[in-house]
């Protein structure tokens, strides 16, 4: 028998080891609260996190005294035709609006639009600080009202859903995870219900299921079908990429290139509202939408 | 005194990955301070110390990020294991030992979490993505290691970090 298995110190190192796996086991899945060393060490980070963020405000602030005036001038003028442009649009899909009001009024159907929402604005304070897990720390915890699960955008698109809480800071589990999976639908065809989940590294996304032949192509933009439960739906993902033919060629698959600038978030906003609508109420809804 | 600055140490890595490394990603990659650390301890201190430490440095970094915990703690320990025996027989004094030494441990610890990952998460896989961010992070690494190796060696030579007992 080697004389390593009679060293106390490799049976000690054996248990650590099994014991580690366990732990690792225990903890794969998605836990309803956080242990109190790891609230305890969230929150004795997070006061520090949000001085080295506003010290990063506060220095970028003189850096951009020094940008060019003309740079400037142009960027106005650029600003000034978009907003005229948005005005323009923001005409159309105001009445459009009050159109699909009175639609879904006269067929009782639920109102899912984003705008009746509440929602809390957050402080990016912390980034996820390894390449594998893709996560933030914002500076709003179980103290004001943040809850497992919900849902977490910007204006320009769906950032992630909160993961683990502690009393004053909460992880958001961002969309480029890879242990996110986000139901997804096409905004032109709206004929295909993808997955969309993060890749591995990087901050891309992957939408998977797409049948064969479903009409998918580059720009074409991808919303939040509202069936992940987690997600409200309409909210904007982002714009189809590159679409591959799986090896099964029975589906599709399409490099998602997210509306959202994951490496630069500074604050976001939590949607405190959001009840999903559940099946059984789903199935109801063309029953109503008949009556 | 230099307890305390070897059980600060990781925090404070953990700390400026969270911030301020955060800020300055390459192509979204972050550095593995408490890695080019829990290595830079296993050269002077040799595999066994190493092992507990890059445990330690491990545990804590998955206790930060809340989610499968122990997995960084097995890959930095095992890291530390291997990177202190490889230690035996160079010169560690020569920077360029422990930069070399923070390369093939990055891809060590990239290699052990993979196989954690695919057993803890079976629908993991390798990507062109997954290649390039071990690439960036095996690259900023050793960018960082040349001058915080150079640091820890004389600190734990003659200086803060020289564990009682040495010579």
Redesign the interface.
Known sequence: MPGFFKNK?FWS?VM??VA??I??????SE?EN?TL??RI??DT?AP??SR??EM?DYLSGPRSIFIQKQELSERIAELEEEIARLNLSNQILRENEEEIKRLRSIINFRDNNLDKYELLAARV?????????Q?I?IDKGSIDGIEKNMPVITSKGLVGRV??ISQHTA?VNLITD??IAVGATLQRSRETSGVVEG??????LKMINIPYYASVKPNDIVITSGLSEVFPKGIDIGVIYQVTEEPNGLLLSATVVPTVN??KLEEVMVITDFWPVSEETEAELPALAEE | MCYLIHFLLPFLAVFLQSTVFGFYSIKGTLPDLVLVFVICFSIVNGAGKGTVYGFLCGMLEDLYLGRFIGINAIAKALTGYITGRLQKGFFRENIIVGATAVALGTLLNAAVLLVLSRIAFPSFHIDEQFVQGVLYQFAYNIILAAPLYGWYYRSSRIGLLKLPGEK
Do not use: C, H, K
């Open positions: 110190v190192g650590a080891l580690t796996l732990l690792i086991n225990m903890t794969s836990r956080i060393l790891e060490l969230r980070y520090l996190q080295v963020t990063r304070i912390a980034r996820s600080p390894n390449n594998w897990f996560s720390i993961g683990s992880q890879r242990e890749m591995v590294e990087g901050n891309l994951f490496s």
